[in-house]
């Protein structure tokens, strides 16, 4: 079960600190995607941090699009994300936010830092200024255009914006400091020229603002006070706070710092994600192997287990490299409460009840969780031919072996004690049928004179239901895929991620509403797939998690 209870970290106690000294008088938070692909369980931790806090300190948690990058972003992502935001429990304050929102804005802006003669037009091409920037050991050089007037630069940025020059020909820089140790601090672009369609601007603007530039001054405007981003954005810090205190914005945010999540056996970047999608080597962003948002939906990670993951795994600046089984057990123990247990047997063997007789033989009533009797139940019906897991038989099974073999005796879960009297094999020597017997006297009572502890799981042939069930596995089958230098990401797929095997389901499933949890007794948790299940007519569930853990012992 979830525990609500927050976990102090060092951003709780910076917010504390400037609630307590007045600095700040409430917590204003953003979620800032780029919609340039789904999200990923990276993005949940950072979605399950900002707007748990702004939850945590009754404050607010904007939901804003970093649209910086128009050819890479689209309306699809857009939708998506904010699905996820949802499906994962959290609403934005207000509406969607958009950084072009605010071209307007970071343009004039733009001009007022020209005016000030802390920016210039720029005509070196990438390639030049990245010779003149320097390298770690040796300052930058300043542009040859550092020195225009402002008139000028006023001029030219006009007419970039009013489209008089070719794509990348000029650029406008922050004038600060080539001999920064910072690269970020050695002129960086500000603004460059691009044509190219916008989602939501269209064609209006062939000047786009960066990044670096843009965030700050969008935090700044919707008057975030803590603007929480991964490590990697620490350099950029002095940027922020410099275009920030250049300008006359409403508020001056401070960015705060925190360790990327990164989970084993798996990659979380859009870019490698896209990848995946567009080479085929998955169905799609919701391929339940993918670890995207709408992924991990389709595969029945529930919403509840993902932001206890996310509890668990805490907030920090030290290296946050994460065990799959951490995520799994999250969404094991969410989904162990709140699951019906029903029978389904996935890779199924033949079993003929010899001394089966019709009219005699009962059926018991099982309720679907032992703890929530509220759940209900249902009756489990046998008949003459029943189907088990082929892994419940062996003919030579090791010792100490308690479910059905040759001469040997297990209880059928919900029904009678069953004796394996025969193994029934084809041409090939393969088990095909076993031939059993059931003692009558054990229906709800323990066999007189002898224990039998094996208890398996079953489902009557004449009642059960075909099911297609996917079983799922690691994508790759190495534990940091995109951490070799040598070696691509996609040499390390796992061939065998996806086994997808004909089974029986106890007819409890027939309806099973598309999303709908079940527990397989013995097997796993399942979830009826969001896309293909079509109650009374197609059934098919995926395995979203084994019982226990398996991911240590190399099979999944
Ligand atoms: P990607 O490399 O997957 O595209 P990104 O950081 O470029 O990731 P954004 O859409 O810019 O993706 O991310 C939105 C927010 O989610 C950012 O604040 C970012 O820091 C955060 N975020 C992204 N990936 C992770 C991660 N692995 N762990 C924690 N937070 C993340
Ligand atoms: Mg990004």
Same mark, same amino acid.
């Given at each position: 079960? $979830?525990?609500?209870?927050?976990?102090?970290?060092?951003?709780?106690?910076?917010?504390?600190?400037?609630?307590?000294?007045?600095?700040?008088?409430?917590?204003?938070?953003?979620?800032?995607?780029?919609?340039?692909?789904?999200? +990923? *369980?990276?993005?949940?931790?950072?979605?399950?941090?900002?707007?748990?806090?702004?939850?945590?300190?009754?404050?607010?948690?904007?939901?804003?699009?970093?649209?910086?990058?128009?050819? !890479? /972003?689209?309306?699809?992502? @857009?939708?998506?994300?904010?699905?996820?935001?949802?499906?994962?429990?959290?609403?934005?304050?207000?509406?969607?936010?958009?950084?072009?929102?605010?071209?307007?804005?970071?343009?004039?802006?733009?001009? /007022?830092?020209?005016?000030?003669?802390?920016?210039?037009?720029?005509?070196?091409?990438?390639?030049?200024?990245?010779?003149?920037?320097?390298?770690?050991?040796?300052? %930058?050089?300043?542009?040859?255009?550092?020195?225009? &007037?402002?008139?000028?630069?006023?001029?030219?940025?006009?007419?970039?914006?009013?489209?008089?020059?070719?794509?990348?020909?000029?650029?406008?820089?922050?004038?600060?400091?080539? @001999? $920064?140790?910072?690269?970020?601090?050695?002129?960086?672009?500000?603004?460059?020229?691009?044509?190219?369609? +916008?989602?939501?601007?269209?064609?209006?603007?062939?000047?786009?603002?960066?990044?670096?530039?843009?965030?700050?001054?969008?935090? #700044?405007?919707?008057?975030?006070?803590? $603007?929480?981003?991964?490590?990697?954005?620490?350099?950029?810090?002095?940027?922020?706070?410099?275009?920030?205190?250049?300008?006359?914005?409403?508020?001056?945010?401070?960015?705060?710092?925190?360790?990327?999540?990164?989970? +084993?056996?798996?990659?979380? $970047?859009?870019?490698?994600?896209?990848?995946?999608?567009?080479?085929?080597?998955? @169905?799609?962003?919701?391929?339940?192997?993918?670890?995207?948002? =709408?992924?991990?939906?389709?595969?029945?990670?529930?919403?509840?287990?993902?932001?206890?993951?996310?509890?668990?795994? %805490?907030?920090? !600046?030290? /290296?946050?490299?994460?065990?799959?089984?951490?995520? /799994?057990?999250? *969404?094991?123990?969410?989904?162990?409460?709140?699951?019906?247990?029903?029978?389904?047997?996935?890779?199924?063997?033949?079993?003929?009840?010899?001394?089966?007789?019709?009219?005699? &033989?009962?059926?018991?009533?099982?309720?679907? =969780?032992?703890? =929530?009797?509220?759940?209900?139940?249902?009756?489990?019906?046998?008949?003459?031919? *029943?189907?088990?897991?082929?892994?419940?038989?062996?003919?030579?099974?090791? &010792?100490?072996?308690?479910?059905?073999?040759?001469?040997?005796?297990?209880?059928?879960?919900?029904?009678?004690?069953?004796?394996?009297?025969?193994?029934?094999?084809?041409?090939?020597?393969?088990?095909?049928?076993?031939?059993?017997?059931?003692?009558?006297?054990?229906?709800?009572?323990?066999?007189?004179?002898?224990?039998?502890?094996?208890?398996? =799981?079953?489902?009557? #042939?004449?009642?059960?239901?075909?099911?297609?069930?996917?079983?799922?596995?690691?994508?790759? &089958?190495?534990?940091?895929?995109?951490?070799?230098?040598?070696?691509?990401?996609?040499?390390?797929?796992?061939?065998?991620?996806?086994?997808?095997?004909?089974?029986?389901?106890?007819?409890?499933?027939?309806? #099973?509403?598309?999303?709908?949890?079940?527990?397989?007794?013995?097997?796993?948790?399942?979830?009826?797939?969001?896309?293909?299940?079509?109650?009374?007519?197609?059934?098919?569930?995926?395995?979203?998690?084994?019982?226990?853990?398996?991911?240590?012992?190399?099979?999944?």
């Amino acid at each position: 079960m $979830s525990d609500t209870t927050p976990i102090q970290h060092f951003i709780r106690t910076i917010i504390d600190a400037d609630l307590a000294s007045g600095k700040q008088h409430g917590v204003a938070t953003r979620f800032p995607p780029e919609p340039n692909g789904y999200l +990923h *369980i990276g993005h949940a931790k950072s979605i399950c941090l900002n707007f748990g806090l702004a939850q945590d300190y009754q404050g607010v948690c904007n939901l804003r699009f970093d649209d910086t990058n128009p050819e !890479k /972003e689209a309306d699809e992502y @857009a939708l998506a994300i904010q699905e996820d935001v949802h499906w994962l429990g959290f609403q934005w304050s207000g509406p969607v936010r958009w950084a072009s929102d605010y071209f307007q804005q970071l343009y004039d802006y733009a001009e /007022e830092l020209i005016r000030q003669g802390k920016a210039f037009v720029c005509d070196l091409t990438l390639e030049a200024m990245r010779e003149y920037r320097g390298t770690l050991t040796e300052k %930058g050089r300043n542009s040859p255009y550092r020195e225009r &007037t402002v008139d000028d630069n006023l001029d030219l940025f006009r007419r970039m914006k009013a489209g008089e020059f070719p794509d990348g020909s000029k650029t406008l820089r922050a004038k600060i400091d080539m @001999a $920064s140790p910072n690269f970020n601090l050695r002129d960086p672009v500000i603004y460059r020229i691009k044509r190219a369609h +916008h989602i939501r601007t269209g064609d209006v603007w062939c000047i786009y603002p960066m990044y670096d530039y843009t965030h700050c001054i969008s935090d #700044a405007l919707e008057r975030i006070t803590h $603007s929480l981003c991964t490590l990697e954005f620490e350099d950029h810090r002095p940027l922020y706070d410099w275009v920030l205190d250049q300008l006359p914005v409403p508020s001056h945010p401070q960015q705060i710092e925190f360790s990327r999540l990164e989970l +084993h056996y798996t990659v979380t $970047s859009k870019r490698k994600l896209l990848q995946l999608v567009s080479q085929g080597h998955v @169905a799609g962003w919701d391929d339940p192997r993918m670890p995207t948002l =709408h992924g991990m939906r389709r595969r029945g990670y529930t919403p509840e287990g993902i932001r206890e993951f996310a509890r668990r795994i %805490g907030i920090s !600046k030290s /290296e946050n490299i994460v065990d799959m089984a951490v995520l /799994e057990s999250a *969404i094991r123990d969410d989904l162990e409460a709140k699951a019906p247990r029903v029978m389904a047997v996935i890779k199924p063997l033949k079993v003929v009840l010899t001394n089966y007789q019709d009219g005699v &033989t009962g059926s018991r009533s099982a309720g679907f =969780h032992p703890q =929530h009797p509220e759940f209900g139940g249902r009756e489990v019906s046998i008949s003459r031919e *029943i189907w088990i897991e082929q892994d419940d038989f062996s003919e030579d099974p090791p &010792t100490g072996w308690q479910r059905l073999k040759p001469g040997g005796e297990a209880r059928l879960r919900y029904s009678y004690v069953v004796k394996c009297d025969e193994a029934v094999k084809d041409a090939d020597g393969k088990v095909v049928e076993l031939r059993c017997s059931i003692d009558h006297d054990t229906l709800g009572q323990n066999p007189v004179g002898r224990k039998v502890k094996g208890v398996i =799981h079953w489902v009557s #042939a004449s009642h059960a239901l075909a099911a297609e069930i996917r079983l799922y596995d690691r994508l790759f &089958t190495d534990p940091e895929p995109d951490g070799h230098k040598d070696r691509d990401f996609i040499e390390f797929l796992n061939p065998n991620s996806l086994t997808v095997v004909h089974g029986w389901v106890e007819p409890a499933l027939k309806d #099973a509403a598309p999303e709908a949890h079940y527990q397989f007794e013995r097997s796993g948790y399942f979830c009826a797939d969001r896309i293909d299940q079509r109650p009374g007519e197609r059934l098919v569930f995926n395995r979203t998690v084994t019982l226990r853990d398996t991911w240590n012992k190399g099979h999944g």
